[in-house]
């Protein structure tokens, strides 16, 4: 488990990922609690699913867990000879770089963008040593493929992904993005695994059939697991039924 604390406008947040035990209320000086990816079922919080692997299994034993189809993208990947680059603890720079790269894919997407929060967010796990950025390149050094993950020594967890693959009207470089993408999971997976990592989390499986058919081609065990905030004071109560208001009226519940 890794916590990070902040200050946003005098209202202070302490953020969990990875819980594996109950934070009670009261225990923290926070005016909310924030849980991501955590192993608690906790009514208050959003429950969904991720899919894990197993990183104690040998590495023959994770690819052949995979089906064929995603076997044969990433046999096809190696053979174009991509560079698998790691930026362990990734300076601003170089998270501004993967910042650019996401909103041009979340604006296509029509997604959240990579905004000042969820940068500050990174620059404290960085802080804990707990963060990790990598990237797929070809030949000429193009980048097709970015990740960002975060680990707290037990689970490496896939935080932010991103490709360039809706863009693009050519069919055969759609292709090699999508061969590109393929193997830079399966490579970070092995990293990780030498690294001492027990267990990689791809993300939460989504309801676009697509994105799930993707990830569901690795293998894996899917696993419950659950996120969102907890108030721990009177102005935390505000904050939430204020968010919750914002969200009703973007689903024009109101």
């Known amino acids: 488990m890794i916590a990070i604390e ?3 406008m005098n209202i202070k947040i302490k953020t969990y990922y990875l819980a594996t035990e109950d934070i009670r209320k009261g225990d923290v000086q926070a005016h909310l609690i924030g849980y991501t990816h955590s192993l608690i079922p906790k009514s208050s919080l959003r429950r969904f699913d991720t899919i894990q692997f197993d990183l104690r299994k040998d590495e023959n034993e994770l690819l052949m867990e995979m089906n064929k189809a995603t076997r044969r993208q990433i046999k096809s990947a190696l053979d174009r000879g991509f560079t698998h680059v790691i930026v362990d603890n990734p300076t601003d720079q170089e998270l501004m770089d993967f910042q650019e ?8 997407k029509g997604t959240h ?4 929060y969820h940068m500050q967010s990174m ?11 990598t990237y797929m390149q070809d030949k000429d050094k193009n980048i097709l493929s970015y990740r960002i993950y975060m680990t707290d020594g037990i689970v490496a967890l896939n935080l932010y992904s991103a490709t360039h693959f809706r863009i693009v009207d050519d069919r055969e470089l759609k292709k090699i ?4 993408n393929r193997l830079l999971i399966w490579k970070t997976m092995l990293w990780y695994k030498e690294k001492g990592q027990l267990v990689y989390d791809m993300g939460g499986l989504t309801d676009d059939e ?15 697991v659950y996120s969102g ?3 721990q004071s009177m102005i935390g109560n505000i904050i939430m039924k204020v968010r919750d208001l914002k969200l ?7």
């Open 123 to 133: 620059k404290l796990l960085r802080e804990q040593n707990a963060l990790m950025l």
């Open 101 to 108: 790269f996401y909103n041009r894919f979340a604006k296509d």
């Open 177 to 180: 993005m999508s061969q590109a």
């Open 6 to 8: 902040r200050k946003l």
């Open 248 to 254: 009703k009226l973007l689903k024009g519940l109101v």
């Open 229 to 231: 905030y907890e108030p």
């Open 210 to 224: 697509n994105i799930r058919k993707f990830k569901l081609g690795f293998g894996g065990k899917i696993v419950q």
């Open 113 to 116: 963008t990579f905004n000042s």
